[in-house]
């Protein structure tokens, strides 16, 4: 039903809902509040309290009068002032509003409304009522005497119209008919509502807009936060459907010991665990989906060769992607150096080969079954033919796309290659459900032995030359420091807005400069910089000097906030702090602490604003990755957390990932369960079902 046909709506009021994209009814009816102003409890006039809101009942006592007080204007205009008393059966009241002449008109003497609105005392110390809302008590009350819906209003709606709108909406659809058309018309199964406990679809939209009390409001926002992740579960399901749960190639010939053994150190429980984990997906017949979440530092690298290694000793080609050359590059020395022992030769395939050496390895990869290959993006280029691919491994998957997740292990369709995935950045749990509802999860919970907590300060830019005296006597020791600036060059930009707070661009630090003034301030100290627009030789030189210890410091952008590894460097210096998101410095910071020496990170912000504030503070106070993961997304929200709009997410109507996990949780075991066909439904549930499924924004 078009808005249109609701009484009220003009072309003129269609259009600025059109605007916001409610062209009708059904619209309308899922335009939820964005908040609620509870007015249900009512006071008499001896109740009211001064200076806060109140919500009152009563009779108007006298025809209400308009005042144009001499000298008083407002934009040019004589103010006026409209003027009545109300009556209760404790006393009176006088309301007073300005610049609503037309209300004279409006108020019938005797007749009895709600109004809600501040107190004061005015100067005779009697109470007023400014500007109140008002309602007559003879119609449906919207406005007050109960809990009151606070919309994001089109433009040109006033809170009182859009609100009056809107049940305008729900009553029309009451009217129609209760078919599947209606809005109404339950699209959740009755036996996932029964078990959820959730309320039925009608009461649940009446209540979100109109709630009958505080729990008529829970009920009916959990049974919306339901449904949108119930059917949003379901098309991520359906979407990775191929991959969930399909047979794999059996690898009989497992065993960690041998491996294990040949490692340079004694695994973490942590990381055995995993490993258990990974041995029996691959015995099992199934094709292995597996994430490992681990911090920093935790060792995945380990875990992730041991599981190439099965892979390859049981006849397979095991695969890496890494997100930048530079890490690609690591990966390889890795790689080569531990699996030489074993015989098993290592490739690399990234953008930056020669044609000829490209030519090469691909042949490579095409013809030789027992090889290991690490690379960039390029693995997944078309041309890239793999001889028996067996195991995908993604690495810092949060610098992927879910596409590119999958493109890599399509390169092996015909055996359904074992994926893993890992990831370095901690997903709060909520969000990883989410993003990886396909995927089992192993959490390598543990740091190897011997690692100290990396010492974290905040401090403002007067403290800069102190900071760079920290850099040399750490230098002084054969030590190593990073410093990460947010941009490359001085270019302009405009100041931005960072946490409620403008921040000038002058402020920002760029690699080029501070590289010149760094050098120039430390003789004897040799400065290098890196940054996303060299060329990879050239990053690959840099790094690998740095490796090696013949740089003192390094000035980078944050190319250098993946998997890096240089155990040597035990001080980051992280300038405009304010600029990164909190588990990006967490990343950061990662980069130190991997040696023997105790680590530092200094965090440089000249922002006053309590939220950078509060942020600083959680990074100098804890090194727990989840911790701080979390926290960025109560912050941010999900939308912006690692562009999960570039993960093909939808925004939510409703769902707020950070507070709804327990309804996630629920909603996600319902999905699979509809999905698996382990709940029987009606024919006309199941077509319910699957109209909303393809429905949803994510497929
Ligand atoms: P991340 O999980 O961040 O990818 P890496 O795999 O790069 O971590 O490991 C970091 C460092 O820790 C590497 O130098 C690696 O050799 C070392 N390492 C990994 N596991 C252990 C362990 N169990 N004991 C000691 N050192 C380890
Ligand atoms: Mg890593």
Redesign the pocket.
Known sequence: MDITKLTGIGEKRAQALRAVGLNTVFDLINYFPRDYDDRSQIKTVEELIPGVVNTIRGVLASAPDNINPPRKRTNGRPLTITKAVLNDTTGKLEMVWFNQPYLKKYFRTGQEYIFTGRVKLDFKNHLQMESPDYEPCSETLLSGGRIVPVYTTPKGFSQKTFRALIYQALDACSGLDVGVSSPFYDNLPYCIRQANQLCDRKAALYNIHYPESNQAFMAARQRLVFEELFFMQMALFTLKGANAETPGIMLCDININTFVNGLPFMPTAAQLRVLHDIASDFKSGMRMNRLIQGDVGSG??AVAMAAAYMAITNGYQAAIMAPTDVLAQQHYKDFCHNFRQYGIETVLLTGALTASARRETLAKIASDPKIMIVGTHALIQPGVEYARLGLVIT??QHRFGVNQRFMLSKKGLENAPHTLV?T?TPIPRTLALILYGDLDISVIDELPPGRQAIKTYCVDSHYRGRVHDFIRKEADAGRQAYIICPAIEDTATENETIHNETISNETIRNVQDYTRELSAAMHGLTIASLHGKMKPAEKQQIMDDFKAGKTHALVSTTVIEV?VHVANANLIIIENAERFGLSQLHQLRGRVGRGTAQAYCVLITDAKSKITKARMKAMTDTTDGFKLAELDLAQRGAGDFFGTRQHGLPDFTIANLYTDIEILKKAQAAAHAAYKGEIVLSDEESKMLAMNVGLSPVL
Do not use: N, Q, S
């Open positions: 995945k690298t690495d810092e890992m370095a998997g």
